[in-house]
C-alpha cells in the first residue's frame, strides 16, 4: 500500500502521510497520499471485491491480499477520497497485553 502510494502518484512530488488512531479496542492506519486518487466505481475492483471483467481488470495483487488479510484477522480495508488523492484505511482489533506478556 505505501509503495502504490508513490508508484502510481502523478505529482512532481510524491507524497504520502501515515496516520494512527486509536479507538476502545482497534486501531486505525491511514495512507494519505498525494496522487490522481481511485475513481469510486473502482474501489471494490482495486480490493478485489469486484469480479474481473475485459472492461475492468487490475495490475497487481497486493491489495487484494490486504484485504483478505484484513478480514482474516477481523479487521478491514477501504478508500476513500482524501485532501489532495486517495485515503487508504485499515482498521485493525487490538489486544490487551497480559503482564506476564510486557
Known amino acids: 500500500m505505501f509503495t502504490n502510494a ?5 505529482s512532481s512530488v510524491p507524497r ?9 479496542s482497534h486501531a486505525t492506519v491511514e495512507v494519505e497520499d498525494n496522487g490522481p486518487g481511485v475513481p469510486e466505481d473502482e474501489h471494490d475492483l482495486i480490493f478485489g471485491r469486484e469480479e474481473v471483467s475485459p472492461l475492468h481488470h487490475g495490475q497487481g495483487l497486493d491489495l487484494f491480499f490486504v484485504d483478505h488479510l484484513m478480514e482474516k484477522y477481523g479487521g478491514n480495508v477501504w478508500v ?14 487490538t489486544v490487551e497485553l497480559s503482564d506476564e506478556s510486557r
Not at 508513490?6 to 502523478?10: F, M, T
Not at 502521510?17 to 479507538?23: A, G, I, Q, V
Not at 476513500?80 to 484505511?89: H, Q, S, Y
Open 6 to 10: 508513490v508508484e502510481h502518484n502523478d
Open 80 to 93: 476513500e477520497d482524501g485532501d489532495d488523492g486517495a485515503l487508504f484505511k485499515l482498521r485493525f482489533r
Open 16 to 24: 504520502a502521510n501515515f496516520h494512527l488512531e486509536t479507538e476502545g
